[in-house]
């Protein structure tokens, strides 16, 4: 039980340091926070609170694994290399892509209850 408290102990002190230091997870947390209170506030059925979580997730994740992917690529290549730019550079565009499709769907969610 000990080892699990520890876990999420990492785990927590990692979301934080994505907070800190990424600009754009603060902006996903400000979406998160709007799409929960619109969501909220249409009263949208279970299965689209089940979308939406699954969205949220993804895009948190996608920006977790990016930060990871750079604090990883500054410490083994900490002068610039085209390789670890065009692999940051795909983190990135991993982070844009899951956030474009968590946009669409939350979106046409949005668009079934007005």
């Known amino acids: 039980m000990v080892r699990l408290a520890g876990g999420f102990g990492h785990a927590f ?18 979406a998160t926070a709007a799409a929960i209170v619109v969501f909220a506030l249409l009263g949208v059925s279970l299965l689209e609170w089940a979308v939406l979580a699954l969205c949220i997730t993804a895009v948190w994740a996608a920006e977790a694994v990016n930060t990871a992917l750079e604090h990883l ?20 565009a991993a982070v844009m892509l ?17």
């Open 98 to 114: 899951t956030s474009l499709g968590a946009a669409a769907a939350g979106i046409l969610i949005f668009l079934s209850h007005v």
């Open 73 to 92: 690529a500054d410490r083994v290549s900490p002068r610039p290399h085209p390789l670890v730019a065009r692999s940051k550079d795909a983190a990135a």
């Open 13 to 30: 002190r990692g979301l934080l340091d994505v907070l800190a230091g990424q600009r754009n997870a603060r902006f996903h947390l400000l």
